[in-house]
């Protein structure tokens, strides 16, 4: 096993205050590691960035279509979404087309990371709900599949036909069988593979989303019953939605939206918890896995906000790069007291 590699640096001054490790693993379409930074060969949880992962059973199964989805509904099904009205009002409109309501959730109350939202919920007279969880659209679409399919309400349970279908596609795409799952924080199943296991799925989409193919997977599991297309079919759209709707997939002030929006529709990019990245990048038929070893979500940012820059795909001088790439850090008095730099 390869041990981790300097990913992150934070200097305060002239000082090298603290060091990011991890691990990064890049793929073609062909499933082939092109690139690796640490070990590719690391299991991990990806945790919410894989959420793109989640869902293709959404559309697969034809839930999507019958239930008459958008690209709206599409983009927060793979969100980790800050609470904010343009996600929370849209989810309840969700909900409600579907006759369910925030009881029928199993994610958990959340308090909104929105501050106009948290202003809300903090001097109003509600407590936060389960809409409010960064986790409420790709809780929807289980909703939606779970329906579509006549199962029961205990959608997130690891032996319910819904995440039975969520492991299905993921051990799928990524090549691999899942040695094992852990409770996310929004109570489903987070199912383990390498870490380039991850940038090989991603890469999936991004050969699905440049020409209607997925770099040799034709269906899989779901694909396999509703004609060979698709799975790669599904892929295309996901990243589509995502592009299309930055905003939905996180919020203002986000890495993944502000990102996504300086690369103009170009590239999908999904954080999840404890410092993971990933990134399809159609144009280049290749896909991103990262993990920051302490699970640093300020190193993660800078790693894949460098790895963008280092493939021509987000421009070293965009504002936004500057937000997360060598950005300075500042104190309670506004000063500039040093840096996060790429170590990459």
């Not at 903090?122 to 790709?138: L, Y």
Request: include cysteine; charged fraction near 15%.
């Amino acid at each position: 096993m390869t041990a981790p590699v300097a990913l992150a640096e934070v200097w305060r001054g002239e000082f090298l205050e603290c060091l990011h490790l991890g691990h990064v693993a890049i793929a073609s379409a062909s499933g082939e590691i092109t690139q690796a930074w640490g070990d590719p060969d690391q299991v991990i949880l990806a945790r919410s960035s894989i959420k793109m992962i989640q869902a293709l059973p959404l559309i697969e199964s034809g839930a999507a279509d019958a239930a008459g989805l958008t690209s709206e509904h599409l983009a927060l099904a793979s969100a980790s979404h800050n609470g904010a009205h343009i996600h929370t009002d849209r989810v309840n409109a969700w909900l409600a087309a579907m006759g369910k309501t925030d009881d029928d959730f199993r994610c958990g109350p959340q308090r909104p990371a929105d501050p106009q939202a948290m202003k809300e919920v903090i001097c109003g007279p509600n407590e936060p709900c389960q809409v409010h969880n960064n986790c409420s659209g790709k809780h929807a679409g289980f909703l939606t599949l779970a329906r579509h399919l006549g199962a029961g309400p205990e959608y997130v349970d690891p032996d319910h036909p819904v995440q039975k279908a969520a492991l299905a596609a993921f051990e799928d795409v990524t090549g691999e069988t899942s040695p094992g799952y852990g409770i996310d924080g929004c109570s489903a199943p987070n199912f383990a593979s390498t870490l380039g296991g991850v940038a090989r799925a991603m890469a999936k989409f991004a050969a699905a989303a440049h020409d209607g193919t997925d770099g040799g997977t034709n269906g899989g599991t779901n694909g396999g019953t509703n004609g060979g297309n698709a799975r790669p079919r599904a892929m295309s759209r996901l990243v589509s939605a995502m592009t299309a709707h930055p905003e939905l997939v996180a919020g203002e002030g986000r890495a993944c939206t502000q990102l996504m929006r300086a690369m103009g529709g170009r590239v999908a990019i999904k954080t999840g918890a404890e410092g993971v990245f990933t990134a399809i990048v159609p144009e280049l038929q290749i896909g991103i896995a990262l993990k920051v070893s302490d699970g640093a979500t300020r190193a993660s940012e800078c790693a894949i906000a460098a790895l963008l820059v280092r493939l021509g795909v987000l421009g070293a001088d965009h504002p936004t790069t500057k937000m997360f790439l060598n950005a300075p850090i500042t104190n309670r008095r506004g000063l500039n007291v040093g840096q996060i730099r790429s170590a990459i």
